[in-house]
């Protein structure tokens, strides 16, 4: 009895992967076009308009095969071991993270009393993978790009673990599914609205700006500037491992993008009551999807910051404010009897 429980919770966990594995795979495809639609508007160009015909659709799958056709190189001088495990990890702290997210009141790969605290923690991995990666490539170019990526991704976890804080006080819980129940009532209970908690509108700005720099893009991108350092931590990466980084980049924007929908807009819950109709998963997909899209805008708007602006903004303002989000709502909380 006790051996057919663990068979079917394995298959039942295996299963879950496998579906995380390939909904990932369709975020990257999905989002690599999206994001050269979203490039071509920016700067009055089409972008792709003729592989699959229909505003060249396809063209995000014809470079996906492109990429996995591509001959597999290891540098002579590489640490072979490393230079093949970095992928595979950058990967992994991405797929994990994912297993936590509550896309429907029923629909949660792991359930996790310590949910948000579990995703914070997987998703750290990927420092490590990118570490790994430029040390193996015995690359100048890549160890730059990984020290830089390192450091970046390390100073801006701290804003952003900060910017959940005043969340977690008002849910009372780290459950992510706590945190989205906490929220219910429409899009006057979420915690976005200041009306409910100044602090915590401040607060999701802080976790925005944040995940940019998290998910090292424009106008964060540092760790991979070509002008400066060919592609950084992965200049030396070719085929199915340099698709591998590709792919977790894609997988790891959206994955921020579900947790600031979970967090701060109300996860799976409709806006308004009247709306009521539309999926749960469909409303928490949607949300995430217009938070890629604000990712996008901004990549596409904004210049590359220098390092040490991009250092200062973390340590000398976003930090100190989100310590202010974090008092503040709690003095808020205890004033208006909001805390559980």
């Given at each position: 009895?006790?051996?057919?429980?663990t068979?079917a919770?394995i298959?039942?966990?295996?299963?879950?992967?496998v579906?995380?594995?390939?909904v990932?795979a369709?975020?990257?495809?999905?989002?690599t076009?999206?994001?050269r639609?979203?490039?071509?508007?920016m700067?009055s160009?089409?972008?792709?308009?003729?592989?699959g015909r229909?505003h060249?659709w396809?063209q995000a799958?014809?470079d996906?095969?492109?990429?996995l056709?591509?001959?597999?190189?290891?540098?002579?001088?590489?640490?072979?071991g490393?230079f093949?495990?970095?992928p595979?990890?950058?990967?992994?702290?991405?797929?994990?993270a994912?297993?936590?997210i509550p896309?429907a009141?029923?629909?949660v790969a792991?359930d996790?009393d310590?949910?948000?605290f579990?995703?914070f923690?997987a998703?750290?991995?990927?420092?490590i993978?990118?570490?790994?990666?430029?040390?193996?490539?015995?690359?100048k170019?890549?160890?730059?790009?990984?020290?830089?990526?390192?450091?970046?991704?390390?100073?801006?976890e701290?804003?952003l673990?900060?910017?959940?804080?005043?969340?977690?006080?008002?849910?009372?819980?780290?459950?992510?599914?706590?945190?989205?129940?906490?929220?219910?009532g429409?899009?006057?209970?979420?915690?976005?609205?200041?009306?409910?908690?100044?602090?915590?509108?401040i607060?999701?700005?802080m976790?925005?700006?944040?995940?940019?720099a998290?998910?090292?893009?424009?106008p964060?991108?540092?760790?991979?500037?070509?002008?400066?350092?060919?592609a950084?931590?992965?200049?030396?990466?070719t085929?199915m491992r340099f698709?591998?980084?590709?792919?977790a980049?894609y997988?790891n924007?959206?994955?921020?993008?579900?947790i600031?929908a979970?967090v701060?807009?109300g996860g799976w819950?409709?806006p308004?009551?009247?709306?009521?109709w539309i999926?749960?998963a469909?409303?928490?997909?949607?949300?995430g999807?217009?938070?890629v899209f604000?990712?996008?805008?901004v990549?596409?708007t904004?210049?590359?910051?220098?390092v040490?602006?991009?250092?200062?903004?973390?340590?000398?303002?976003?930090?100190p404010v989100?310590?202010i989000?974090?008092?503040?709502?709690g003095?808020?909380?205890?004033?208006?009897?909001?805390l559980k």
């Amino acid at each position: 009895m006790g051996l057919d429980t663990t068979g079917a919770n394995i298959s039942v966990a295996s299963l879950m992967a496998v579906l995380m594995f390939t909904v990932m795979a369709l975020c990257a495809i999905i989002f690599t076009w999206m994001e050269r639609k979203v490039a071509g508007f920016m700067q009055s160009r089409y972008g792709p308009m003729y592989t699959g015909r229909w505003h060249g659709w396809a063209q995000a799958v014809a470079d996906m095969l492109k990429i996995l056709g591509k001959e597999d190189i290891i540098p002579a001088e590489a640490d072979k071991g490393l230079f093949k495990f970095a992928p595979i990890l950058v990967l992994l702290g991405s797929l994990l993270a994912w297993a936590a997210i509550p896309w429907a009141p029923d629909f949660v790969a792991a359930d996790l009393d310590l949910g948000l605290f579990y995703i914070f923690a997987a998703s750290s991995l990927v420092v490590i993978g990118i570490l790994m990666a430029g040390w193996a490539s015995n690359n100048k170019w890549a160890l730059y790009g990984a020290a830089r990526g390192a450091a970046q991704m390390i100073s801006y976890e701290i804003p952003l673990a900060l910017a959940a804080v005043p969340v977690v006080m008002r849910a009372g819980s780290l459950n992510p599914q706590d945190i989205v129940i906490s929220q219910q009532g429409g899009i006057w209970n979420w915690n976005i609205n200041p009306i409910t908690n100044p602090f915590l509108f401040i607060a999701f700005f802080m976790y925005f700006i944040a995940s940019i720099a998290e998910t090292n893009r424009g106008p964060f991108d540092m760790p991979e500037t070509e002008s400066e350092l060919v592609a950084g931590y992965h200049t030396e990466y070719t085929g199915m491992r340099f698709a591998f980084f590709f792919l977790a980049e894609y997988a790891n924007l959206f994955l921020v993008s579900m947790i600031a929908a979970m967090v701060f807009l109300g996860g799976w819950w409709a806006p308004f009551p009247g709306m009521a109709w539309i999926p749960p998963a469909l409303n928490f997909v949607i949300k995430g999807v217009l938070l890629v899209f604000l990712n996008m805008w901004v990549r596409w708007t904004l210049p590359r910051v220098r390092v040490d602006q991009l250092m200062h903004l973390c340590w000398k303002v976003m930090i100190p404010v989100s310590l202010i989000c974090v008092v503040g709502a709690g003095l808020w909380m205890m004033a208006w009897g909001q805390l559980k």
